[in-house]
């Protein structure tokens, strides 16, 4: 016979993880897109800035020295970037945590779901959904380990968890009122 109450808190676990860790995921991902469009934008600028200058004052414009030295600034800031985004792999990075974020929210929104059924469908439907849930869940914690999460990230996802959740940190015993550390000294929600 199950345990409800056991495997309502496994679920809550499993819940409270998923969400975490798709808010350290989806902070970088939004860190990356930034770092992207600015690689974007300074592509597309040098070219239409020269391009937009010759074509509107020709080539004698007085200013056209000016316009190509600015240029030439904004490329070398431009090759800069673009060496950087392909040494450090902004892409691949970029779409790991994308999908890290979809398949974690995924979980967390089945956890939900799941503990929300306990007494009301047959335990044998019920242990086919766990075990479905636990071997996603599962399978993502170890593609999530591979991405290098940091003690900050942690301590990020611990905050952001106890506050959508309401629950206290596991270290201080408080539960957050705000997402924003401020003073707080906790190794548990705060430090980051």
Known sequence: MMDEEKTRAELAHIEFIAYG???????????????????TFLGAFVPLMIGGAVLSFGLDAPFLPFCIAVAGGASI???????????????????????????????YNLASSISKKIGKLNEEKLYILIDDLTEKYERREQEDLAL????????????????YFKKKCYVCNTIPLTLKPRKCTCDGCGKF
């Open 77 to 107: 800031v431009q090759l800069a970037f673009s060496l950087w985004s392909l040494v450090s792999g902004w892409d691949r990075s970029y779409s790991d945590c994308m999908a890290s974020v979809k398949e974690n929210t995924a979980i």
């Open 21 to 39: 860790t798709s808010r350290i995921f989806d902070r970088r991902m939004r860190s990356l897109d930034w770092k992207r469009k600015v690689v």
């Open 148 to 163: 290098c999460v940091n003690d900050k990230e942690l301590r990020y996802a611990n905050r952001v968890s106890c506050f």
